[in-house]
């Protein structure tokens, strides 16, 4: 019913720059808050950064605040993650997903589901 699609990811220097987009279908788009989250080679999934239905709320892990930046265009029914200064322990496979009744309190992935397949983002020289 809830479908995600990520883009966007690729190989990147250290320092540069990427812009992940993730697409929505199936669903009232606006209705659902959408987060990021990844997940590196050897580790737990996490969240990145989540952003509320209205796009009036944000959250940010510690490890990329200052860095990233989430907004969501409703009337194209995507949300972006424009992520800067790209470190290379940025390196994961970066995953959307959703939640009707996000609490804005944090971007805990047991909250979201509805997943996307994820993009893969490297950041290496």
């Known amino acids: 019913q809830l479908q995600l699609v990520e883009s966007g990811g690729g190989l990147v220097q250290p320092g540069g720059s990427l812009r992940l987009s993730c697409a929505a279908s199936?669903?009232?788009?606006?209705?659902?808050?959408i987060g990021w989250f990844r997940q590196a080679p050897g580790k737990e999934r996490e969240g990145v950064s989540c952003?509320?239905?209205?796009?009036?709320?944000?959250n940010y892990a510690d490890s990329v605040k200052g860095r990233f930046t989430i907004s969501r265009d409703n009337a194209k029914n995507t949300v972006y993650l424009q992520m800067n200064s790209l470190k290379p322990e940025d390196t994961a496979v970066y995953y959307c997903?959703?939640?009707?009744?996000?609490?804005?309190?944090?971007?805990?992935?047991?909250?979201?589901?509805?997943w996307g397949q994820g993009t893969q983002v490297t950041v290496s020289s």
């Open positions: 952003i509320s239905s209205s796009g009036l709320s944000t």
């Open positions: 199936g669903f009232t788009f606006d209705y659902y808050a």
């Open positions: 997903a959703a939640n009707r009744w996000w609490s804005g309190l944090g971007c805990g992935v047991r909250a979201f589901g509805s």
